[in-house]
Antibody
Framework: QVQLVQSGAEVKKPGASVKVSCKAS????????ISWVRQAPGQGLEWMGW????????NYAQKLQGRVTMTTDTSTSTAYMELRSLRSDDTAVYYC?????????????WGQGTLVTVSS | DIQMTQSPSTLSASVGDRVTITCRAS??????LAWYQQKPGKAPKLLIY???SLESGVPSRFSGSGSGTEFTLTISSLQPDDFATYYC?????????FGGGTKVEIK
């Protein structure tokens, strides 16, 4: 069965960076991409971007361009999301999710979420 | 970016009610629309993809319709397990956005 297991909660100071991992199992990692979605406390879902695990191609949300980098390590079937220059409004639960097919499509499998708190 | 507008933002309903949630896109997205259910403290769960295709394992009381810019999610007979927040999501080749969400509450 498809599983996405994310790294643990993080507390960061404003201006710092955070890197969240998402380890995939139960399927051929390079046959699908990984999307990242975040949710601020009490707020809705925000799509952050997508990476192809096949060739590393990325698409990022315009508002995060320049601050976010998504990567994959095919040797360990792990995806990473790094967010730099953190601000208090980056406090959120960050989810990785696998689309239903190889491209950017509906998200059928989700990680458990990683809480990132940005506070001085 | 394509904007997604969901309505209503909150909906009060009773068990057995027929419930309809609407999602409007700021430009045509063909049928590239998904619906999710989210409960507090949990990751979202995919219900519908490609506007009207039911995800495996999702009860048949959930259905989706629409194309272009207007879409609906219908729950034919609301069950106790359905009280949750629902989100639409558009996806195309290069980008994706979610609607603001609709919270379905017990009346």
């Amino acid at each position: 069965q498809v599983q996405l297991v994310q790294s643990g909660a993080e507390v960061k100071k404003p201006g710092a960076s955070v890197k969240v991992s998402c380890k995939a199992s139960g399927y051929t990692f390079t046959s699908y991409g990984i999307s990242w979605v975040r949710q601020a406390p009490g707020q809705g879902l925000e799509w952050m971007g997508w990476i192809s695990a096949y060739n590393g191609n990325t698409n990022y949300a315009q508002k995060l361009q320049g601050r976010v980098t998504m990567t994959t390590d095919t040797s360990t079937s792990t995806a990473y999301m790094e967010l730099r220059s953190l601000r208090s409004d980056d406090t959120a639960v960050y989810y990785c999710a696998r689309p239903l097919s190889s491209g950017l499509t509906a998200l059928g499998n989700w990680g458990q979420g990683t809480l990132v708190t940005v506070s001085s | 970016d394509i904007q997604m507008t969901q309505s209503p933002s909150t909906l009060s309903a009773s068990v057995g009610d027929r419930v309809t949630i609407t999602c409007r896109a700021s430009q045509s997205i063909s049928s590239w629309l998904a619906w999710y259910q989210q409960k507090p403290g949990k990751a979202p769960k995919l219900l519908i993809y490609k506007a009207s295709s039911l995800e495996s394992g999702v009860p048949s009381r959930f259905s989706g319709s629409g194309s272009g810019t207007e879409f609906t999610l219908t729950i034919s007979s609301l069950q106790p397990d359905d009280f949750a927040t629902y989100y639409c999501q558009q996806y195309n080749s290069y980008s994706s956005t979610f609607g603001g969400g609709t919270k379905v509450e017990i009346k």
